[in-house]
């Protein structure tokens, strides 16, 4: 698989010069010391080990797959390795706080590195990005017993972690769980229940793995709001193993790397994490944190297929460019000349970059929602999270995924063979748009909660700072562009709250229609931050003219090539509900 | 893998009601004794032979695929056993001719069993396609002593076929191609040239094999015009061994059963095919055969994803009809009712249905360029084949890879999982997208060449019929929708012909986008036809009011759902080639 390059001004330019971290981070009095020379080292060397540590494990251990063995996991020779040097690096305490051992770097770092590192590789990534969000949830609202027994050693390695939530009869619908807790004598519960699809279930990187077990306490109601959530270990404080084990792997069609098991409890030791009958709380948050996490997932392997897709475009001789021989002088031009390989890639990078801004923004958010000393901005940056948090996961994830079929197209046949890598990019970054939520349910939570939340409190803060950045664009079509967007997001926006008034299917029947028609302009609000930022960086010197042109390039394609089909959204979202609620079962039995 | 239903009553609804071959084969005196009865008896076979012997071998055949040896290749066990059964049911010469061994069936028939093959499993598909349509090609343009030889064999299953073109430096520019073929005093050739992504290029299924080689005589000119064809057969006349062999087989993302191999010719012995430096006659009708082959790919891995996605959401309960409780004495509604599975089962069937209905009437057509008495009919099915056959290829794989992936997503995780096959009907139906013909590069076909042609004749009589489908069509608001679509198709048409003469890069700039449109019109232009001929049907009683309803319906779907989305790719368009153009070298080098 072709060298990984990790794109350290791109994402210094959005730290930096779009968002101000250092300033920003600053005003939390959270981290001291931090400053903008330490941030941009820890990414010099997240990106190093994502480019020559990771990355060069990522085929072989898609091939190679992870065993099971006597219920024993055994993850792919390059994984373990590539775990050894993260440990050893410190990366596994990233974030944790210096109490627990870690570097108590905020989020929004972490939240840089992720990327580099699923680009390398996802499969890897999830492990270590699955240990970090346990990390954070026994940190949150873990019991002062449990951040003993577990923050260090998730903070510096040894330990694991997983959440587990799907079930064989079901995902989405969490309310139907069937695995239960019975008390015992001793304050812990004996958790009973078999979950699927769990990452990271059982693997060989560490000694111990702590499971974050959505169950319902015995007696508890039905439905979501008797849940509780559990920590049950692999290995108990004794050091006995625990009652549960991995039964099966999953084969799947990509993400090989990542063990993705099937887990039986059988009476296995745990202690509630937070209340009783309150597990959907920490679920929420832990959800929140998983789901920006797959954002990444789109953006990086989007990212990633754009570093293969492009040099071999440039390279690969063929036809003529329409204009007449652009190299007289060779056998044929670089397909870089045809205007659909370019509409390919330029559509990548437009999207690639947009997404990262998006992700890296949310990352501080995380920060601030947590630190910031004023109140008002906390709860400004939690709603921020709130509104999009599951918009972006979906929208990154299903741009992501078309960004790589793009890229995969750009290589013709040789994007079909494994040897160039754009396939497994492809095969893996595709579960983004069903893990931690199907994208059209997703669709739902942005449409039913958080547009009308606090009536509209977030939603019209977002549509004014799009409106804002309108007016302030660096190159005026572009602002025009952008407020005749802004205008079709908010007759879309209230058309859509006014049908469902009457009629609560036209949520999901306008749902993805209407979600990628906000996914666009979104981004193209993204591209108007990124031309001003890279139009201010310019006129102080501190980026070249070059970078800015780039950047108006981009912004350009986006509103005139992407944002448009914004409008066939638009159109098809009108057609209301009627056509998908009409036919009847039969019509779904046939055929 | 789940069980593949042939939709025998879906393709004899096509060919009886809508496109009443056999009327229309009768008309060509070709098919002397081809009655409804021996059709539906034949189509039948097939399907149950696509469903008993091909379907279950599709998985272990995908798992195991191919394996070269000293030289040799071997197919999965499955293939080798399915073959078997193929030839030994007469498959191999269905629409050979009497003289060769065959059943003398016309092509649309043969369109439809491929296209139930192709559901069942596109691997095996591939190598009996293949080997009819090398049967085809020689004896279209073969001369008498190569037909004598090679005739019977394909016909009746010993030897197989492939068509060699692509080269590692070259796919779509062929005129790049450096293989070479050289003169021997007997009139015969010697081939040299290294040739790759050959499907077939060796396998253990015939014992011999018909490779139709594309290659430059020594001293023809460079480019596509000095090319030839060879017929350069696997083992000599004498039996032994010809200078070819196949040196590594490709890896791919699926498609596994069949057999891509990089061949090398090593002075390899063959025979021209039709005249010298004429090879690309040849080839655009190989061509052709191949693409319509390549645009059921897309239908039928639809179509096959389809029957695996719509029963998991009728049977797989999590959450509730946003309307209330749909089933309240279960624990939960099934999937079916949320209204985003509906958007994407319903765009996957009305997709299916409206690409069965073009693909079978181009096969038609094939028949009718071949066999109608009337040379003024004969032109005008070659004119549609022209008109159409790049386009569908493209719009079909490219439409039926989204449906694929939309079926994928109702099954979520479980969608991703190797076991419920999915997943590899989407890798396996990637390659259409791809094969014969880069889509984007397709859609230059259309605009540049097919448009054009004849001073826009062939074109002008596909609206004709278009507004003419829409003045007669079976609910008046389908009509109206059709007349909005048809001024959209057109309006958008000539303003991309008028930006072209100004510039040539308009043409690959508005490329996608405008194939795309004109796919979802074309589409749109079927359901309109169907819909009139099971409005046709239940009158007379032939099918049942509940057919016709379920066709309705789909049509609704589709010019409320998503013949919209053509709004966004006419406004896409309009930007034109500058947003594509203007970026530099240096644009593509950076991220």
């Known amino acids: 698989m072709p060298a990984y390059r990790a794109p350290l001004d791109e994402i210094r ?22 400053d903008r020379a330490l941030l941009d ?36 020779a390059g994984v373990r390795e590539a775990y050894r ?44 990005g699955l240990f970090a ?40 619908d969490v309310g139907l769980i069937k695995t239960r807790g019975v008390p015992a004598d001793d304050g812990s519960w004996r958790v009973h229940g078999t979950k699927i699809f769990i990452s990271g279930g059982d693997h060989d990187l560490t000694g111990n793995i702590v499971h974050l077990v959505l169950a319902r306490a015995e007696g508890d109601p039905a439905g979501s709001r008797g849940l509780s959530l559990f920590l049950v270990p692999k290995l108990l404080p004794d050091g006995s193993r625990n009652a549960l084990a991995a039964v099966s792997l999953e084969h799947k069609m990509g993400y090989a790397a990542s063990a993705t098991c099937q887990m039986a409890l059988d009476g ?55 204009r007449g021989p652009a190299y007289p002088d060779r056998p044929a031009d670089p397909i870089l000349c045809h205007p659909d390989v370019r509409r390919m890639l330029l559509a990548t990078r437009s999207f690639v970059e947009a997404a990262r801004a998006t992700y890296l923004w949310l990352g501080l958010e995380v920060d601030l929602a947590e630190r910031h000393p004023d109140a008002v901005r906390r709860a400004e940056a939690a709603e921020w999270l709130s509104l999009l948090t599951a918009a972006v996961k979906a929208v990154l994830s299903d741009l ?65 700072a799009m409106a804002e950045s309108a007016k302030e664009a660096a190159a005026p079509e572009l602002g025009t562009a952008m407020q005749a967007a802004l205008i079709r997001l908010k007759t879309a926006s209230d058309w859509l709250q006014a049908r469902i008034a009457q009629d609560a299917a036209e949520a999901g029947a306008a749902g993805v229609d209407f979600q990628r028609l906000f996914g666009l302009t979104l981004l193209g609000w993204q591209w108007l931050r990124l031309t001003e930022a890279s139009a201010r960086a310019t006129a102080a010197g501190r980026v070249g003219a070059a970078f800015h042109a780039e950047k108006l390039a981009s912004a350009r394609f986006w509103f005139a090539r992407v944002l448009p089909l914004a409008e066939g959204h638009w159109a098809a979202m009108q057609a209301g509900a009627a056509p998908l609620m009409e036919p009847g079962e039969d019509y779904f039995a046939a055929g």
């Not at 085929?59 to 996991?73: H, P, Q, S, T, Y």
């Not at 929004?108 to 699923?118: G, L």
């Not at 026994?138 to 449990?146: F, N, P, T, W």
């Open 13 to 34: 330019f959005v730290l930096h010069e779009l968002l101000g971290v250092e300033q920003a981070l600053a005003e939390t009095g959270a981290f001291p010391g931090l």
């Open 41 to 76: 080292q820890v990414l010099q060397e997240a990106g190093r080990l994502a480019g020559e540590v990771v990355r060069p494990i990522n085929r072989d251990a898609d091939e190679e797959g992870c065993r099971l063995e006597n219920g024993r996991v055994t993850t792919p």
């Open 85 to 128: 040097a993260w440990v050893a690096g410190g990366w596994s305490g990233l974030t944790a706080e210096a109490a627990d051992g870690g570097q108590g770097l905020p989020e929004v770092v972490a939240f840089a590195v992720n990327e580099m590192v699923t680009a390398a590789s996802m499969g890897f990534a999830d492990y270590v």
């Open 133 to 172: 969000m346990v990390y954070r949830m026994v940190k949150r609202h873990g019991a002062a017993e449990q951040q003993q027994r577990y923050l260090a050693g998730l903070a510096d390695g040894r330990f694991g972690g997983t959440m587990m939530m799907t079930e064989p009869h079901c995902g989405t």
């Open 268 to 322: 296995a030791t745990g202690w509630l994490v937070g209340e009783q009958k309150r597990g959907l709380m920490v679920l929420f948050d832990m959800m929140n944190a998983a789901r920006l996490m797959v954002a990444s997932q789109g953006l990086a392997t989007a990212d990633a297929a754009w570093q293969i897709a492009a040099p071999y475009a440039a390279e690969r001789l063929q036809g003529r460019s329409p």
């Open 400 to 464: 992501g995924s078309a960004a790589t079929n793009d890229c995969l197209q750009v290589l013709g046949g040789h994007g079909y063979i494994r040897a160039n890598g754009v396939e497994q990019l492809w095969r893996d970054g595709r579960i983004a748009m069903i893990q931690e939520g199907a994208n059209g349910m997703l669709a739902l939570d942005l449409i039913r909660r958080q547009i009308p939340a606090h009536e509209g409190r977030a939603w019209r803060r977002l549509l004014a």
